[in-house]
């Protein structure tokens, strides 16, 4: 199980690595090129004044932050929040961190050794999931074993919503992305329309490919976002199954096994 969930972690890093290639392809320079005619004249030595006042060039990047705006920069600070609670989830939602296998081992050892006491001393100052159901369950036994089984399965509710909790803000982000990015789409066509409204005589096309330019790029944006927190929450909310079903089947075996061994008399050895 270790070994899996490691190798699950290395998405964080490839999309990591893929993000940092990117911002370096669009960080080089797009140069603005003139084009030529077919059959056109060159131009001439007396037009280095119209050479010079050519576009200055303008990295990728930058020309992707101002066409995205203040709404880009929304999917870009919910971009961060979104990595932050997936980062988060690998490093909680895992096997060894719901269910130690040292806490485990522990109340084991102290089993055999009929140490009821310190199994619940034990299970009640961890933070586990597993170790609050071993000690919701050694409450429990108090009035019998099926009381037992019973506050697990209720406390194993309980760890089941908190843990879903975690996950429910990708779900947020998958339902979100594709709304900001429409709002971007409007705001980008009103401004396009808006420029073909109010020009009279000559309509500046730059103007026009600017407001569909914004149109474009933040619903790719939006919808960019949207795509890996469905994926991510789907993953981690089927994880979430896994992982409180086996605690819980743990747990309830663990109880069972102290219930009949504390009502199994200790065996003395024989006086030689």
């Known amino acids: 199980m270790l070994s899996t969930t490691k190798h699950r972690i290395v998405p964080i890093w490839l999309m990591i690595v893929l993000l940092t290639v990117s911002m370096g392809v669009f960080s080089r320079p797009i140069m603005v090129h003139a084009q030529v005619e077919d059959g056109a004249k060159p131009a001439s030595s007396e037009e280095p004044a119209k050479a ?3 576009p200055p060039s303008q990295s990728r990047l930058m020309w992707l932050i101002n066409t995205s705006g203040w709404i880009g920069a929304v999917i870009l600070a919910i971009s961060i929040y979104f990595l932050a609670i997936v980062l988060q989830c690998f490093l909680e939602l895992r096997a060894p961190v719901v269910a130690p296998p040292e806490l485990m081992e522990e109340c084991e050892a102290l089993l055999a050794k009929r140490d009821f006491n310190g199994i619940y001393k034990v299970a009640k100052e961890s933070t586990s999931e597993l170790g609050q159901l071993i ?5 429990g036994l108090s009035t019998g074993l099926s009381d037992a089984r019973e506050a697990i399965d209720r406390q194993g509710e309980v760890i ?5 909790k975690r996950i429910s803000m990708l779900a947020v982000i998958g339902t979100l992305g594709p709304l900001i990015g429409l709002l971007g789409t409007l705001k980008g066509m009103i ?4 420029v073909i409204a109010r020009s009279d005589t000559q309509m500046k096309a730059s103007e026009v490919a600017h407001g569909i330019s914004e149109a474009l790029v933040l619903t790719f944006e939006g919808v960019g976002l949207s795509v890996p927190a469905i994926y991510f929450f789907a993953f981690f909310k089927n994880r979430v199954a896994s992982l409180s079903v086996q605690t819980l089947n743990a747990a309830d075996e663990f109880i069972r096994r102290l219930h009949a061994a504390a009502h199994k008399k200790p065996t003395t050895e024989a006086a030689p």
Do not use: I, K, L, R
């Open 52 to 54: 010079a006042e050519s």
């Open 135 to 139: 000690a919701t369950g050694m409450v």
């Open 160 to 164: 089941t919503v908190d843990m879903e």
């Open 191 to 194: 401004a396009s329309f808006s």
